[in-house]
T-cell receptor, first 112, second 117 residues
Framework: EDQVTQSPEALRLQEGESSSLNCSYT??????LFWYRQDPGKGPEFLFT???AGEEKEKERLKATLTKKESFLHITAPKPEDSATYLC?????????????FGKGTKLSVKP | GAVVSQHPSWVICKSGTSVKIECRSL??????MFWYRQFPKQSLMLMAT?????????EQGVEKDKFLINHASLTLSTLTVTSAHPEDSSFYIC?????????????FGPGTRLTVL
């Protein structure tokens, strides 16, 4: 069964305390893995797409990496404004563009 | 670029009434739009895929007669929740497909909070 599991469910960090969020996936053929940021009461904001194992992408304090089984979202020296829920989603090869399978997200809180 | 809007951002209605939610791609054309539903502390669940000029494709378990989807143009899709009931209360989010860097990506709208009394 296709599945996306994110851990931890919630993460509390002090400002400047770097950490990583995990997204483990089980799908029959990965077309792409997406990271989104979602603020309360808002729609997901696109961050990254990764397509092949070994690929890395960076944006400001965020860096996403991909292996054949999981993806990590590294947050370096986070700031309070990085507080949000981070969603991971996978798209299966051969599936339609809409077939994004989402994880439940990791709620990140960064305290000043 | 790649901005998607939704209207209204929130709506409260009585049980048995119908509610229409609009999804617009503001700066690009989207032949395909998607409708998701998100319950508190749950994942986004795809409800249906909306294709411009053709019938929507619904996911298993989603009633097509209850959730009417119309994709009238390349920039507008609407979701109508007919005869809404309290269990339909949820956060409805649309997305539109766009090509970024040669690859297709989904950009999401801000969502619509529906509360059915």
């Amino acid at each position: 069964e296709d599945q996306v599991t994110q851990s931890p469910e919630a993460l509390r960090l002090q400002e400047g305390e770097s950490s990583s969020l995990n997204c483990s996936y089980t799908v029959s053929g990965l077309r792409g893995l997406f990271w989104y940021r979602q603020d309360p009461g808002k729609g997901p904001e696109f961050l990254f797409t990764l397509y092949s194992a070994g690929e890395e992408k960076e944006k400001e304090r965020l860096k996403a990496t991909l292996t054949k089984k999981e993806s990590f979202l590294h947050i370096t020296a986070p700031k309070p404004e990085d507080s949000a829920t981070y969603l991971c989603a996978v798209q299966k090869r051969g599936g339609s563009q809409g077939n994004l399978i989402f994880g439940k997200g990791t709620k990140l809180s960064v305290k000043p | 670029g790649a901005v998607v809007s939704q209207h209204p951002s929130w709506v409260i209605c009585k049980s048995g009434t119908s509610v229409k939610i609009e999804c617009r791609s503001l700066d690009f054309q989207a032949t395909t739009m998607f409708w998701y539903r998100q319950f508190p502390k749950q994942s986004l669940m795809l409800m249906a895929t909306s294709n411009e000029g053709s019938k929507a494709t619904y996911e298993q378990g989603v009633e097509k007669d209850k959730f009417l989807i119309n994709h009238a143009s390349l920039t507008l899709s609407t979701l109508t929740v007919t005869s809404a009931h309290p269990e339909d209360s949820s956060f409805y989010i649309c997305s539109a497909g766009a090509v970024a860097g040669g690859r297709d990506t989904q950009y999401f709208g801000p969502g619509t909070r529906l509360t059915v009394l």
